[in-house]
């Protein structure tokens, strides 16, 4: 048996392709062998096994394999290299379709070629051969020192097949990088092709806003380099560093990209009324009654860029996320809350606001309203215990902090429905709201299913029903448009509401899903 092992061991020694003797093949090859030999009960079997036919058949496909080789042609090492410069190297790729993965400078003191960057993952990466820093001579026979870095990389983009590098070695940084295991959700949109600052667009990653990004590296301040989550290529592009894209961010926003009071509905400076609605049997509040702070309703967005994300799954039993319905006036935020009430009312809820107005006959406290005198409501103002809050015909109204804990302890889902910018101070580890975008659908289809729709005219005091009008419509696909530009990396879903039915089960669907299903949220949230 020793032997058996011993001969077994050569020709695996000489993998991966055996030279086979005249036999032809390592089948007959080895039972000859063993023919000779006395024949023990293992030897039998084992000659037992090679006369099989699928054994022989399995072996002679192995051995058509192994015959075969793979490795790529190359063409003969150039002759002509410099004895003097010991410390040049040679460095020969295959390259396939797929881009080398390194970026190249010019040094400006010295005028060298540098390898700036090279792109984890990436053909050069794995190769191991070429590193941040080597100075490269030559392409394929063609020096490089007189070319622009944009002519070299036209070289490299021509050749297919082995391609030559000849190359003296940067200064070598041993420590070896483990796979960074940071992830991101992009909170705008990235196309390297439009990008003027990227060193090279070839290796720019574009994204879309609420992409999911791994961050491969954070080495160079200003480009990043980063994969698209989940994606199988595996090679990392560049993207701008969060530093970076705040600073250029921050010199070229256009004022028109804030929400102007001016601009947002000014029929309806309506910044509260919504968080009160549904839990608000009196009908003749007026919708339009709260005021709100302009500085707090138009303040500015942070830069959005990136937010570090992970992977979260609410646990069974846990604290559902708060539900945080966004959208113009009239797109039909009570509407879809309602219908998510009426489907389940025991897994469903809504806050009850609080007023600084005397109770009237008919209401019960804590079902209508929780009813506080005026001072009380101040002083709760000042200790911030508010989401939101306005003042109507000299009385308060306004949703607690308190009142969105007390649903949430009940195990419910708690729907709210606020003004884009109180998003902002709610995205908390305590409430891990879940923010949706109700969206109009276009003015046609507006006309269209709105036809037999009444709004709760402002214009007086009683609250009466009216049908939309042209102004409606349009104020709410522009108030619709700018919420987005300033507000949309706030949101995770965006429902377009254009038939109710449909808009209503996409937003089931999606509540139902962050309910169970493991999905991204910002780490700050899992850290508490
Ligand atoms: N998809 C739809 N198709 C037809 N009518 C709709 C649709 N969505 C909502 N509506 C109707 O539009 C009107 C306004 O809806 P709703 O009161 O829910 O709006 P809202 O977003 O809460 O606005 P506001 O805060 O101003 O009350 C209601 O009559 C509602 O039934």
């Known amino acids: 048996m020793t032997q058996i092992h011993e001969r077994l061991q050569h020709y695996e020694d000489r993998s991966p392709a055996p ?17 000779g030999r006395s024949a023990s009960g293992d030897t039998r079997e084992l000659l037992k096994l090679l006369a099989k036919p699928h054994i022989k058949s399995l072996l002679s496909v192995h051995d058509t394999v192994a015959q075969k080789s793979y490795d790529p042609e190359l063409p003969p090492l150039p002759d002509d290299i410099d004895d003097d410069e010991d410390s040049v190297k040679i ?55 007189d070319k622009k870095p944009d002519e070299i990389i036209h070289i490299l983009a021509k050749s297919q097949g082995a391609i030559t590098f000849k190359i003296i070695p940067g200064i070598k940084d041993e420590a070896p990088s483990k796979e960074p295991k940071m992830f991101v959700r992009t909170l705008f949109d990235y196309d390297p092709a439009e990008d003027k600052a990227i060193p090279c667009k070839e290796a720019g990653l574009s994204f879309k806003k609420g992409d999911i990004l791994q961050i491969m590296s954070q080495d160079d301040a200003t480009w990043w380099q980063a994969k698209q989550n989940g994606h199988a290529n595996p090679r990392a592009g560049l993207i701008p560093s969060k530093q970076f894209q705040e600073r250029r961010f921050a010199l070229r926003r256009p004022a028109a990209h804030v929400l102007q009071p001016n601009k947002i509905s000014n029929r309806r400076l309506s910044g509260f009324r919504r968080s009160f609605r ?33 992977a979260y799954r609410r646990q069974s039993g846990a604290k559902h996320r708060l539900v945080i319905l966004v959208g113009p006036t009239g797109v039909g935020l009570n509407e879809l809350k309602r219908k ?30 929780h009813f506080i005198s005026k001072s009380i409501f101040e002083t709760d103002i000042h200790s911030n215990k508010f989401v939101e809050h306005g003042e109507y015909k000299g009385n308060y109204y306004g949703t607690s902090l308190d009142s969105v804990r ?3 302890s009940k195990n419910k889902v708690c729907l709210l429905d606020v003004q ?27 006309r269209e299913t709105r036809r037999n ?57 999606s509540l139902k899903k962050v309910e169970t299903e493991t999905h991204w949220v910002p780490i700050s949230w899992t850290h508490s």
């Open 420 to 446: 884009p910018h109180t998003v902002k101070h709610l995205r908390t580890a305590e409430f891990k709201p879940y923010v949706v975008f109700v969206k109009p659908p276009s003015i046609e289809r507006l």
């Open 278 to 310: 549904l839990s608000r049997r009196d009908k003749k509040t007026n919708k339009s009654m709260y005021e709100c702070k302009k500085s707090d309703q138009y303040d500015m967005a942070d830069v959005p860029t990136y937010e570090e994300v992970t």
């Open 340 to 369: 998510l009430l009426i489907s389940d009312p025991q897994h469903f809820s809504v806050t009850v606001p609080h007023t600084s107005r005397p109770k009237r006959n008919q209401e019960s406290e804590g079902v209508e309203y």
């Open 91 to 145: 460095i020969r790729l295959v390259k396939n379709k797929e881009p080398l993965g390194a970026t190249i400078k010019r040094d400006e003191q010295t005028g060298a070629i540098l390898v700036a960057r090279i792109m984890r993952g990436g053909a050069a990466d794995r190769s191991g051969l070429i590193h941040v820093g080597d100075e490269l001579r030559e392409v394929n026979g063609i020096p490089v020192d």
């Open 19 to 35: 030279v086979l003797d005249s036999a032809g093949s390592l089948a007959t090859d080895l039972s000859e062998e063993l023919h």
């Open 453 to 509: 729709a009444k709004v709760i005219s402002d214009k007086d005091d009683r609250g009466s029903a009216k049908s939309f009008s042209e102004d409606d419509f349009l104020e709410m696909v522009s108030t619709a448009q700018q919420m987005e530009t300033q507000y949309g990396h706030l949101f995770e879903k965006v429902i377009i509401n254009d038939d109710l039915t449909v808009a209503f089960s996409e937003l089931k669907t």
């Open 406 to 408: 007390s649903v949430l």
